[in-house]
């Protein structure tokens, strides 16, 4: 049996989609779905029970055993990069990890967990998963400071390669609907080129990028899922990993595969950014992918364009979710 966190959300729920597609579902789901949206994507999963996640933390807290239980799979986190009450990031991020870590320790149960990007800041120390340089990173944002400080927690009491913590890049694909502000530039641009048949992107601010020009390697969902579940598979494998494609691609580069997803001419207008996101602004990310590479995951990778079109033709054009 496995325990998912953050069942309903975009990578959580497409785990399950993943886990369901192996014919597997002694899953125990774990979320809080409030009056949100995001229960739809858990429509058409098979699972057997649901747990708010309060009421999962006080069965951990009180040594509660599930039987067969195998692994926590957490995805489960507040992943707003411009959330601001840095006390509900530390319990939410930070404290829930480590006691959902420190449990999993004590009973030898997997124990995958969601790091992030949003770590290396502003990328000046590079984008290597190297431990040696994580405790040197400096987060732009308190979003990424409540991950860095788990994954420094995990260093710092050599539990690293007993656990697997995946550093997510910009992560997009179906079932993120719910994430408002949050969503995908993918499922914005879809949404604006429908409703106007343009898109509009942020001027670049740093001299030295040009308007759209700024990059990030973006991955498929379904990417991140497989390997995932090859992670899942080998217990012996510990770490913690990027999880990009190893590329980075510029937002005109995404916007144009928008528009040819939907058979429309490129029609592109640059806007001011927002003052207040200029300092934690990433002009550049892109995941050095030798260390997850060395321990014999398959890293293979759909195309930024490929993925796109499967995206807009299969979920965005028909509401569908994965």
Same mark, same amino acid.
């Given at each position: 049996?496995?325990?998912?966190?953050?069942?309903?959300?975009?990578i959580?729920?497409?785990?399950?989609?993943? @886990?369901?597609?192996?014919?597997?579902?002694?899953?125990?789901?774990?979320?809080?779905?409030?009056?949100?949206?995001?229960?739809?994507? +858990?429509?058409?999963?098979?699972? @057997?029970?649901?747990?708010?996640? !309060?009421?999962?933390?006080?069965?951990?807290?009180?040594?509660?055993?599930?039987?067969?239980?195998?692994?926590?799979?957490?995805?489960?986190?507040?992943?707003?990069?411009?959330?601001?009450?840095v006390?509900?990031l530390?319990?939410?991020?930070?404290?829930?990890?480590?006691?959902?870590?420190?449990?999993? +320790?004590?009973?030898?149960?997997?124990?995958?967990?969601?790091?992030?990007?949003?770590?290396?800041?502003?990328?000046?120390?590079?984008?290597?998963?190297?431990?040696a340089i994580? *405790?040197?990173?400096?987060?732009l944002?308190?979003?990424?400071?409540?991950?860095?400080?788990?994954?420094?927690?995990?260093?710092?009491?050599?539990?690293?390669?007993?656990?697997?913590?995946?550093?997510?890049?910009?992560? =997009?694909?179906p079932?993120?609907?719910?994430?408002?502000?949050?969503?995908?530039?993918?499922?914005?641009?879809?949404?604006?080129?429908?409703?106007?048949?343009?898109?509009? +992107?942020?001027?670049?601010?740093?001299?030295?990028?040009?308007?759209?020009?700024?990059?990030? !390697?973006?991955?498929?969902?379904? !990417?991140?899922?497989?390997?995932?579940?090859?992670?899942?598979?080998?217990?012996?494998?510990?770490?913690? =990993?990027?999880?990009?494609?190893?590329?980075?691609?510029?937002?005109?580069? +995404?916007?144009?595969?928008?528009?040819?997803?939907?058979?429309?001419?490129?029609?592109?207008?640059?806007?001011?950014?927002?003052?207040?996101?200029?300092?934690?602004? %990433?002009?550049?990310?892109?995941?050095?992918? %030798?260390?997850?590479?060395?321990?014999?995951? *398959?890293?293979?990778?759909?195309?930024?364009?490929?993925?796109?079109? !499967?995206?807009?033709?299969?979920?965005?054009?028909?509401?569908?979710?994965?």
């Open positions: 049996m496995y325990i998912v966190t953050g069942a309903a959300g975009l959580g729920s497409a785990f399950i989609a993943e @886990l369901n597609s192996r014919s597997i579902s002694d899953i125990i789901i774990v979320d809080e779905l409030g009056d949100s949206e995001k229960w739809k994507n +858990l429509k058409n999963k098979s699972f @057997l029970d649901y747990l708010h996640k !309060d009421a999962f933390l006080k069965k951990i807290q009180s040594g509660q055993t599930f039987k067969g239980l195998k692994a926590i799979v957490h995805m489960g986190a507040c992943s707003s990069t411009t959330e601001r009450d006390d509900y530390m319990q939410n991020n930070y404290h829930y990890t480590r006691e959902l870590c420190s449990y999993a +320790l004590k009973r030898k149960l997997r124990f995958i967990y969601a790091s992030s990007a949003a770590t290396y800041g502003d990328g000046a120390k590079g984008y290597a998963d190297d431990d994580s *405790p040197t990173l400096e987060p944002n308190p979003y990424g400071f409540s991950k860095q400080l788990f994954d420094l927690w995990a260093l710092r009491e050599r539990v690293q390669r007993k656990i697997v913590g995946l550093k997510f890049f910009n992560v =997009f694909g079932n993120e609907k719910h994430k408002g502000e949050m969503r995908s530039m993918v499922m914005k641009a879809h949404e604006q080129i429908k409703a106007t048949g343009k898109l509009r +992107l942020f001027r670049s601010h740093d001299a030295r990028y040009a308007d759209g020009e700024q990059k990030r !390697d973006f991955i498929y969902v379904k !990417d991140c899922t497989k390997i995932m579940h090859w992670l899942l598979s080998k217990p012996k494998v510990g770490g913690i =990993f990027n999880l990009g494609t190893g590329q980075a691609h510029s937002w005109n580069e +995404l916007a144009r595969a928008v528009f040819a997803a939907l058979g429309v001419n490129p029609e592109i207008e640059y806007i001011d950014m927002p003052v207040e996101l200029r300092s934690q602004y %990433q002009y550049f990310t892109e995941a050095k992918m %030798q260390k997850l590479k060395a321990t014999g995951c *398959p890293l293979k990778f759909t195309s930024l364009e490929d993925s796109i079109l !499967d995206y807009v033709k299969s979920y965005l054009e028909t509401g569908a979710v994965l």
